[in-house]
């Protein structure tokens, strides 16, 4: 077992008796509970094979890298953490400084290796057990969003505590020119499962990528240069090492009359499903709808970790919440994550609904499997200069 690890372990016996304690202060049922919505109304259609024949041809010009090879090169430094006050605290992790500051960059999403392939090894992909966030940026500090990024961050204490960031791109050009720009979705969650990943994109769906298609390309040349130079041959990418070049779409449709807004999803391992769950405002909102938000559950085609051509939810959730920037869903349990009003909701539909103290900025979540430890929950905070990555006990938060 690895320090890290040891240290788990400790951190997870040494706190159940203080966060049991801890939750006791601030859960309090909730007023009312989600109810239930027609499944009929909710389908995706899946397409992984949409630039197949640009992605061929950029992996020809460029090459790949591993996971193992990006997070060989590293090069930025995590930070420690203490608790960012909530209950059942485990372990956690903060970025550098530039990150930690950034007035244009702005973490979303979280997902893990643990997503990614289970309890299995540990949760090791590729040898290395990770962290995944999401993040977008913006064209100058409050400018418009212009691109996405994920960071990959080594959680184990084989590997240096450090992290890389990737490029997200969308392919172009032609098979005998192919080129990639920026994707500007806001990035608000992901989900790792095998080797796909899963974008959140707000108005549309998912955009799918496969971490075992990582592109190498040039560094130097302008900070605002994304794509295939006039030499045919430099491929710059905003000074980023690495490009992660998306493969397909999943697109969403509704009979429902109100489209889905695409806020945060995650992933449920025991379902072998993908959960999303729409951010609304109760009233008086300019850039969000105002009304009750909604949680649907997609499922993968039957043992893959791909969609069917055409795929209708199996659970769709109408929600009294407001807010929402983050969801998680484990053996039929629900956790909603309130940015807005700071609370962690809780439920099922046998024992209600429960609400916590949360954290201000939070954002996405998502569930890490244990066999050995406590299952956690991790989630992260955007708010500018305190961006904590943290991991608190499942059981802290509802049975």
Not at 251 to 267: F, K, N, Q, R
Not at 379 to 393: I, K, P
Request: glycine residues 10%.
């Amino acid at each position: 077992m690895s320090a890290r690890k040891r240290a788990l372990a400790l951190a997870t016996g040494v706190l159940a008796l203080v966060a049991t304690t801890s939750a006791a202060t601030t859960n309090a049922y909730a007023a009312s509970a989600p109810t239930s919505l027609p499944t009929s109304q909710f389908t995706l259609t899946s397409n992984y094979h949409q630039y197949d024949a640009l992605n061929s041809a950029l992996t020809t010009k460029l090459g790949t890298a591993s996971v193992d090879t990006v997070m060989a090169n590293a090069n930025h430094d995590r930070t420690a953490i203490s608790n960012p006050g909530v209950a059942g605290y485990v372990d956690g992790f903060g970025f550098d400084s530039g990150d930690n500051n950034d007035c244009t960059n702005y973490p979303q999403g979280i997902t893990s290796s643990r997503d990614a392939i289970g309890t299995a090894n540990s949760g090791n992909y590729d040898g290395h057990q990770l962290i995944l966030v999401s993040w977008y940026t913006t064209a100058g500090c409050g400018g418009a969003q212009s691109r996405s990024r994920i960071t990959l961050v080594d959680w184990d204490a084989t590997y240096p505590n450090d992290y890389r960031k990737i490029l997200l791109v969308e392919p172009t050009g032609t098979a005998a020119a192919p080129s990639f720009k920026d994707i500007t979705v806001h990035a608000g969650g992901v989900s790792w499962y095998g080797d796909y990943l899963y974008v959140a994109d707000t108005g549309h769906g998912m955009r799918v990528f496969n971490l075992k298609d990582i592109l190498k390309t040039n560094t130097g040349g302008t900070a605002d240069q994304i794509g295939r130079q006039s030499d045919g041959t430099t491929y710059y990418a905003h000074n980023y090492a690495y490009v992660l070049p998306q493969i397909g779409t999943i697109t969403a449709a509704t009979t429902s009359g109100t489209p889905l807004v695409w806020s945060s999803i995650s992933l449920d391992r025991v379902s072998g499903s993908i959960v999303m769950v729409e951010y609304t405002c109760q009233s008086g909102c300019t850039a969000y709808p105002n009304r009750a938000p909604r949680a649907i559950r997609f499922p993968f085609a039957s043992g893959a970790n791909t969609f069917a051509a055409t795929t209708t939810a199996t659970q769709a959730l109408q929600l009294p919440w407001y807010k929402l920037n983050g969801v998680a869903s484990h053996n039929g349990r629900w956790w909603f994550n309130s940015s807005g009003n700071k609370q962690l909701y809780y439920w099922t539909p046998a024992t209600g609904s429960h609400t916590y103290a949360w954290v201000s900025g939070g954002e996405s979540l998502s569930y890490w499997e244990d066999t050995t430890n406590a299952d956690l929950l991790w989630s992260l905070q955007e708010t500018q200069g305190h961006r904590d990555v943290f991991a608190v006990q499942q059981a802290t938060y509802g049975p």
